[in-house]
Structure formats: structure tokens, C-alpha cells
């Protein structure tokens, strides 16, 4: 059974950076074929896809936030993590990570990935 879990600030100030960390077990980010990607629900609207990096370091990301994301891993405690710089209120979302079988570039539909974290609230503010 893979299990994810986010863990970061649930508060940032505006023009800081956004930092999470996915912390996944029962498999390995460095499998074969596995993605592991960001998203984010902000109050009241959709899902939204935030980018991905792939098993081999490999990474992808939303055009509209790639100016501002930066994705990382740490293999040997099997992390990866995001970084949002610049933040605004705008950038208040519930964030999750969720793994794949194969590249989701683009997609933001919960039921094309395999497993899911619980997903963390992120709220900017001063």
C-alpha cells in the first residue's frame, strides 16, 4: 500500500516561498514509470495541476506557475518536495501530492491518479 503524506507551514506571508514536503512509503520515488506530481484546490474552485517529477528526476511544470515552482527530491528519505516563490493570496489552496503510473502532465482529474496525501491547507497571508 503506498501512503503519502504533505507536511509543511499551513501559514505564509505574502512574497515569501511556499515550501512542502510528500514523504511517501510503500514504494519508492525512484521506481520505474512512477510520477510523482503537486496539485492544489483553492477555496471554491477546481483542481489544479501544479507540475510532476518523474522517477528518474525528470520534472514537468503547470506553464502558468512555471516561473515560480521548483520541484526537489531526496532519495535516500524518499521526499520529494515544492517550492512556491512569490506568493500571494491567490496561492491559498489546499495542496496535495498524489503518485501515477506514468507522466500526468496537465491533468487535474482525482481519478487518473493512483494514490493520494490528505492533502495540507495553505493559507498566505500577512
Known amino acids: 500500500q503506498v501512503q503519502l503524506q504533505e507536511s509543511g507551514p499551513g501559514l505564509v506571508k505574502p512574497s515569501q516561498t511556499l515550501s512542502l514536503t510528500c514523504t511517501v512509503s510503500?514504494?519508492?520515488?525512484?521506481?520505474?514509470?512512477?510520477?510523482w506530481n503537486w496539485l492544489r484546490q483553492p477555496p471554491g474552485k477546481g483542481l489544479e495541476w501544479m507540475g510532476v517529477i518523474a522517477y528518474d528526476g525528470s520534472t514537468y511544470y503547470s506553464p502558468s506557475l512555471k516561473s515560480r515552482t521548483s520541484f526537489s527530491r531526496d532519495t535516500f528519505k524518499n521526499q520529494f518536495s515544492l517550492q512556491l516563490s512569490s506568493v500571494t493570496p491567490e496561492d491559498t489552496a489546499v495542496y496535495y501530492c498524489?503518485?501515477?503510473?506514468?507522466?500526468?502532465?496537465?491533468?487535474?482529474?482525482?481519478?487518473?491518479?493512483?494514490?493520494w496525501g490528505q492533502g495540507t491547507q495553505v493559507t498566505v497571508s500577512s
Open positions: 498524489a503518485c501515477a503510473d506514468g507522466l500526468r502532465v496537465g491533468v487535474a482529474d482525482r481519478e487518473k491518479y493512483d494514490y
Open positions: 510503500g514504494a519508492t520515488i525512484t521506481t520505474s514509470h512512477l510520477a
